[in-house]
């Protein structure tokens, strides 16, 4: 299973996010945690988290760290490929 893609975000309501897209097979899902001890969360994201989950995905694609196959589904919006 591949490593998720996870950044941080300030949200105004909430304060502080931790940020992960994960992938099971060709489904690609948003999850959020408000504090370390948290439960994660499923959340629709917003074209700002589609943006930077892009940008970080290309700069591991380079690298060699993400697949062609998981940079087509982001590229397509989480559609499947």
């Not at 999850?31 to 989950?53: G, I, K, M, N």
């Not at 700069?59 to 559609?79: P, S, T």
């Amino acid at each position: 299973m591949p490593r998720p893609i996870g950044w941080n975000k300030r949200d105004p309501e909430l304060g502080k996010l931790k940020i992960e897209a994960r992938f099971f097979g060709s489904q690609l899902t948003f999850h959020r945690q408000a504090a370390r001890f948290e439960e994660w969360e499923t959340f629709a994201p917003s074209e700002e988290d589609w943006d930077t989950l892009t940008q970080l995905a290309e700069n591991k694609f380079q690298r060699g760290k993400v697949q062609k196959k998981q940079m087509l589904i982001i590229r397509a919006r989480g559609e499947k490929c």
